[in-house]
C-alpha cells in the first residue's frame, strides 16, 4: 500500500558530500513529518534530520552546519544533502514519513535503509 524508497548512498572520502533522496509511494492523502534516521554497527538508531510539512527543519547537534534536509511535497520526496562527511557518519540511513492515507489512517512508514560509508 505504501512503501518508501531510498537512494543515494555510497562509499565516500572525508571530506566528500553525498545527497540521499526518499520518495514514498502509494495511496497518500498527505505527509506530515518527513525525516532520516542513521544506525551504525553496535550504535543506536539516531535522528538525524526532520522536517515538518510546512518545511521548518531540526538537525542532531552532530551534523548541524553539514546536513541539509529539504522536501519536495509534490513529489512526496525528502532529501538529506550531506558535506564535509566524516568517518562517523558511516551508518545505515533510513527515511521515514508519517502518512495520513485517508481519514482517520495515519501511520508511520520506513524505506529500506541505503548505506553511507566514509573511508579514505
Known amino acids: 500500500q505504501v512503501r518508501l524508497v531510498e537512494s543515494g548512498g555510497g562509499l565516500v572520502q572525508p571530506g566528500g558530500s553525498l545527497r540521499l533522496s526518499c520518495t514514498t509511494f502509494?495511496?497518500?492523502?498527505?505527509?506530515?513529518?518527513m525525516g532520516w534516521y542513521r544506525q551504525a554497527p553496535e550504535k543506536q538508531r539516531e535522528l538525524v534530520a526532520v522536517?515538518?510539512?510546512?518545511?521548518?527543519?531540526n538537525y542532531a547537534d552532530s551534523v548541524k552546519g553539514r546536513f541539509t534536509i529539504s522536501r519536495d511535497n509534490a513529489k512526496n520526496t525528502v532529501y538529506l544533502q550531506m558535506n564535509s562527511l566524516k568517518p562517523e557518519d558511516t551508518a545505515v540511513y533510513s527515511c521515514?514519513?508519517?502518512?495520513?492515507?485517508?481519514?482517520?489512517?495515519?501511520?508511520?512508514?520506513w524505506g529500506q535503509g541505503t548505506q553511507v560509508t566514509v573511508s579514505s
Open positions: 502509494g495511496s497518500i492523502f498527505s505527509i506530515y513529518d
Open positions: 522536517i515538518s510539512s510546512d518545511g521548518r527543519s
Open positions: 521515514y514519513s508519517d502518512v495520513l492515507r485517508s481519514l482517520g489512517k495515519r501511520e508511520a512508514y
